[in-house]
C-alpha cells in the first residue's frame, strides 16, 4: 500500500476515533461518566495503563477528576499548579515525561500513597472551542514503547474532541446544583415561618446549611446579650447539647464583633484559630465560613459558622448564598428566640423552687405563705397543705420563733441576713441548717414581700464535704447516695495507682523545708486533679508519693482504663510543669508509677479518735512494688497483667518482664505503658517496641545470640532504652549459664 494510502487509512481512522468518542462522551449520562468514558478511551487507544481527565474548579484553583465505584462516585483534588498535570494546565501546554522521577515538576507524594508506580507520562490540556483551557488529560505508563509527540498530537485531538460534551455536561451540572439549592432555599425559609421552637427551627436552619453548602458541620450562635455569650441549642453532628463561649472569642467572635464575613481556607494556619475544641472533640477542622446574622434593624443577633466544605475550601459564591440565606432566617431567628425566653421563663418560674436541693419558702407583704418547695417540705416534715397561705408567725411558732423576728428585721431595713449552722425544729427533730432571709423587691422597687431559703447541712452534708477532699464531688454525691453503710467495709475488685517522687530526699535537702512544703503542694494539685479528672479516688499522701484507687468506693465498667488514662495524664502534666520549673530556673522532678487491679478490702479504718477510708491487701502491696520497679526497668509507668488484661482501649506498650515479686510465689507479667510520649520524645516507639518484642521472644526460647541481636536494634531506636540493656546483659549470662531445663523466664525481683 503507498504512503498515500496508509495516509488517507489513517485519517479515516482517526476521524471514525472522534467520532465514537463524540458519540460516546455525548450519550454519557453526567459528568463523572463523561470523564470516566474520555479517560477509558485515550488510554486504550494510546496503550497506557491508567488514565485521568482533570477539569479546573475556578473558585477553589483546583484540578478534580472523577473516579466511578459501583454505586459511589468518589473525587479527587490536587493544586492546578501541582505535579505535571498543574504544569501543563498553567503553561496551556502539552508534556512528554520519559522517567517521571527525574523530572523535578513529578510529585512523588501521590505514588506514595496509592503505592503505584509512575514510569512515563504523557499529559494534555484540555481546550473548549474558544481555546479556553479548562484542564488536562494525563496517561501514565505506556504499556509497549515510550510515548512520543505522535501520542502527545493524538491526544490532544481526542480530549478537543471531547471537550464540547465535557463543558456541556459540566454547565448543565452547575446549572442543577443553582437549581437545586435554590428549592431548597425557598423551602427552608418557607418552612422557617411556622417554626416557633427554637432548637427545633435551629435544627432545621443548621441541617440546611449543612447541606446546602455541602460542609460536614455547621452552627449557628445567637447572642446572649445578658451573658455576652454565643451559644447555640445544636450544632450539626455534635448531639443537641448547648455550647456557649464569650461573644469575643474565636473566628464567631470576630465575625461577630467586626460585622465581617471570615472565610478561612486553612484553619490550622490561621492565628484566631482555637484548636482546643478540635483537642477536645477529636473532630479537624480544615476550613471555615463564618457571617453575621444581622436583622432587618441592622443589629448583628448572631454568627453562622460552616466547617469543612467538601471538596475544597469555601468559595465566593459559597459566601453569598450563606449571607442571603442568613438574612432571610434573622427575622424567624428573633421570633423564635422571643417565643423561647417566654417559654423558658414561664416554665423557670414554674420549676425553680423544685429544682433546688435547698428549702424554698417566699411570703407575701402581709407575712402569709405563698410558696413552699418540696425540699423545704422534706427538711420540715411537713405536708403542703400544713404550710401554705398560713402567717409566719403561726407556722414558725415555738423553738422557730426567731425565723419570725428574722423576717420582720429584714422588712425594716430591706437588707438579706445569713445565719450559718442554726437549728430548727422539725417535728420534734433538731435540724442543722444554713438559712438566708432576703426582701423580694420588684423592678420598681416595690416590695413584694419576703423569701427564706434553708439549707440541710446535718450528717449527710457534712459527710460529703469530708468526701469531696478526696475524690470528685460527683462521686463523692453518688457515694452519698449509694448510703453510709458503705464505709463499713467491703471487699470488691479495684485498681490501685501508686506514684513516687524519684530523688526527692536529695531535692528537699536543697530546697529546704518552706521550698519543699511548696514544691508538694504545687505537684500534689496537678496529680490529684489527673485522677479526680478520671473518676479516681485519692486514698492516702505518703510523704512525697501517693496512692489513689479507681473501682471503690463505686464501680465503673473502665476503672482500668481510667487508671491507666490518669496515669498517663499525670504524666503529661509532669512534663509541663517540668517545662515551667525550667523556665524559673528549677531543677525537673521524675516520677514512677505502679498500677495493678485486684481484690481489695476496703472501709474506715483506724481508732476512735482517727479514722480514714482507705484500702488493703495484696492488690495493694503489687502495684507499690511496681512502682519501685520503675527504677529498675529505667521506666515511668508499669502496670500488672492483672489491669493490662482488662483494658478496653489500645496503648502504646510492651511486655516488660515476668517477675515475682518479694513475699509471692506465683510469677506475674508486668507491662510498660508509653502513651505519655511525644514525637519528639520518643520519635522511634514503634521500631523499639517491634525489636523488643522479638527480642524478648528469643530469650524466652534461649536463643540468646538472636535476642541480643534484636535488643540491640531496640537500642538503635532508643539508645537510652534500660530494659533492651537489662535484657542483654541476662542474655549474656545465660548464655556462659545455660538455666536450667524448668526454666520458664521469670526473674525474682530481690527487693521491694
Request: aromatic share 6%.
Amino acid at each position: 500500500m503507498s504512503s498515500a494510502s496508509q495516509k488517507k487509512a489513517q485519517e479515516r481512522q482517526i476521524a471514525s476515533l472522534l467520532l465514537s468518542i463524540s458519540n460516546e462522551v455525548a450519550l454519557s449520562r453526567d459528568l463523572s461518566e463523561a470523564l470516566e468514558i474520555l479517560s477509558r478511551i485515550t488510554a486504550a487507544e494510546i496503550g497506557a495503563e491508567r488514565g485521568s481527565v482533570f477539569l479546573n474548579d475556578d473558585s477553589t484553583g483546583e484540578l478534580y477528576t472523577r473516579m466511578v465505584e459501583g454505586k459511589f462516585t468518589r473525587e479527587i483534588r490536587m493544586l492546578n499548579t501541582s505535579g505535571i498535570a498543574g504544569w501543563v494546565f498553567t503553561n496551556v501546554e502539552g508534556a512528554v515525561v520519559k522517567d517521571a522521577y527525574q523530572d523535578e515538576r513529578f510529585n512523588r507524594a501521590i505514588d506514595t500513597q496509592t503505592g503505584f508506580t509512575t514510569k512515563d507520562i504523557l499529559c494534555a490540556p484540555v481546550r473548549t472551542l474558544r481555546g479556553e483551557c479548562i484542564g488536562v488529560a494525563e496517561l501514565l505508563n505506556k504499556k509497549h514503547g515510550e510515548f512520543t509527540l505522535d501520542d502527545l498530537e493524538l491526544l490532544e485531538t481526542m480530549v478537543g474532541q471531547a471537550a464540547i460534551a465535557i463543558e456541556s455536561h459540566r454547565t448543565v451540572e452547575r446549572i442543577e446544583r443553582s437549581r437545586k439549592q435554590e428549592l431548597e432555599f425557598l423551602g427552608v425559609v418557607s418552612e422557617m415561618s411556622s417554626e416557633l421552637r427554637l432548637s427545633a427551627l435551629l435544627q432545621k436552619l443548621i441541617a440546611a446549611i449543612t447541606k446546602m453548602l455541602d460542609a460536614e458541620r455547621s452552627t449557628l450562635f445567637i447572642n446572649d446579650e445578658k451573658r455576652h455569650e454565643l451559644y447555640t441549642e445544636i450544632g450539626q453532628g455534635l448531639g443537641s447539647t448547648q455550647l456557649r463561649m464569650p461573644n469575643t472569642a474565636g473566628i464567631a467572635g470576630a465575625v461577630f464583633m467586626t460585622r465581617e464575613t471570615i472565610n478561612i481556607p486553612h484553619a490550622y494556619a490561621d492565628l484566631r484559630f482555637n484548636t482546643a475544641f478540635d483537642k477536645k472533640t477529636g473532630f479537624f477542622t480544615r476550613s471555615i465560613l463564618c457571617v453575621p446574622v444581622i436583622n432587618k434593624s441592622g443589629k448583628v443577633i448572631g454568627v453562622t459558622q460552616v466547617l469543612n466544605k467538601r471538596g475544597g475550601p469555601f468559595t465566593q459564591a459559597d459566601e453569598a448564598l450563606l449571607k442571603a440565606f442568613t438574612s432571610q432566617i434573622a427575622i424567624g431567628i428573633e421570633n423564635a428566640k422571643l417565643f423561647d425566653d417566654v417559654q423558658n421563663m414561664k416554665n423557670y418560674n414554674e420549676s425553680i423552687l423544685e429544682s433546688m436541693s435547698s428549702g424554698v419558702i417566699t411570703l407575701n407583704e402581709e407575712g402569709q405563705i405563698m410558696t413552699c418547695n418540696g425540699a423545704a417540705l422534706r427538711i420540715m416534715k411537713v405536708r403542703e397543705t400544713d404550710v401554705l397561705m398560713r402567717s409566719a408567725t403561726e407556722f414558725f411558732s415555738g423553738p422557730n420563733n426567731w425565723i419570725v423576728e428574722k423576717l420582720k428585721s429584714i422588712k425594716d431595713v430591706q437588707k438579706s441576713e445569713v445565719l450559718m449552722d442554726a437549728e430548727i425544729s422539725c417535728a420534734g427533730d433538731k435540724v442543722s441548717v444554713n438559712v438566708t432571709i432576703m426582701p423580694l423587691i420588684s423592678t420598681n422597687d416595690a416590695k413584694l414581700g419576703s423569701m427564706i431559703m434553708i439549707e440541710d447541712i446535718s450528717k449527710e452534708k457534712r459527710m460529703k464535704s469530708t468526701m469531696s477532699r478526696y475524690m470528685d464531688p460527683s462521686l463523692a454525691d453518688r457515694l452519698l447516695k449509694a448510703g453510709e453503710e458503705i464505709l463499713g467495709g467491703q471487699s470488691g475488685i479495684a485498681t490501685v495507682l501508686f506514684s513516687d517522687i524519684r530523688s526527692f530526699t536529695t531535692v528537699s535537702e536543697e530546697l529546704g523545708a518552706q521550698a519543699t512544703v511548696s514544691l508538694l503542694n504545687e505537684y500534689f494539685t496537678l496529680m490529684v486533679d489527673c485522677i479526680q479528672l478520671h473518676g479516681g479516688m485519692l486514698d492516702k499522701f505518703i510523704g512525697d508519693a501517693l496512692m489513689a484507687v479507681f473501682g471503690i468506693p463505686l464501680v465503673h465498667e473502665d476503672d482500668e482504663d481510667r487508671a491507666i488514662k490518669a496515669a498517663v495524664l499525670m504524666l503529661k502534666e509532669l512534663r509541663g510543669y517540668n517545662t515551667r520549673r525550667a523556665a524559673d530556673g528549677r531543677k525537673p522532678l521524675s516520677i514512677g508509677i505502679g498500677v495493678n487491679t485486684d481484690t481489695i478490702v476496703s472501709g474506715n479504718i483506724g481508732s476512735p479518735k482517727r479514722m480514714d477510708y482507705t484500702v488493703i491487701g495484696d492488690g495493694v502491696n503489687l502495684a507499690s512494688r511496681l512502682e519501685a520497679a520503675c527504677k529498675k526497668y529505667g521506666a515511668k509507668l508499669l502496670v500488672s497483667e492483672n489491669t493490662f488484661s482488662k483494658l478496653r482501649g489500645t496503648y502504646r506498650s510492651r511486655e516488660v518482664d515476668r517477675v515475682i515479686v518479694q513475699g509471692k510465689t506465683r510469677p506475674v507479667a508486668i507491662y510498660e505503658v508509653l502513651d505519655y510520649h511525644t514525637d519528639e520524645t520518643l520519635p522511634h516507639i514503634g521500631a523499639l517496641l517491634s525489636s523488643f518484642r522479638d527480642g524478648l521472644k528469643y530469650y524466652r526460647e534461649r536463643k540468646w545470640d538472636m535476642a541480643v541481636e534484636a535488643f540491640r536494634e531496640a537500642l538503635e531506636a532508643e539508645p537510652t532504652d534500660v530494659p533492651s540493656n537489662l535484657y542483654i546483659e541476662r542474655s549474656n549470662y545465660f548464655k556462659n549459664s545455660p538455666p536450667p531445663d524448668d526454666w520458664n523466664g521469670v526473674w525474682h525481683m530481690q527487693s521491694k
